[in-house]
């Protein structure tokens, strides 16, 4: 066993004494809320090459935002 699989295995322990820290499924409201996030910073960035808004970037952020609290919503429960 290699060093970093050595240490994902420490890390994944459950002794209850950390959070479990693993791979999972990521949902799709997760995906298209990242890449929102990902719109809304290219969108500001580019926002004088484009001649786009900002209003665009700050509804792509919002929507970012809802996507993402959903899901974490939904995950808690």
Not at 3 to 30: E, K
Not at 32 to 56: E, I, K, N
């Amino acid at each position: 066993m290699d060093r970093l699989t050595r240490m994902r295995h420490w890390i994944n322990r459950d002794d209850g004494r950390l959070f479990r820290v693993g791979n999972g499924p990521i949902s799709g409201a997760t995906a298209l809320g990242s890449l929102s996030l990902v719109a809304a910073l290219l969108m500001h960035l580019l926002r004088d090459a484009t001649g786009l808004p900002g209003s665009f970037a700050a509804a792509c952020l919002t929507i970012a935002g809802a996507l993402l609290a959903r899901d974490a919503c939904r995950n808690r429960h």
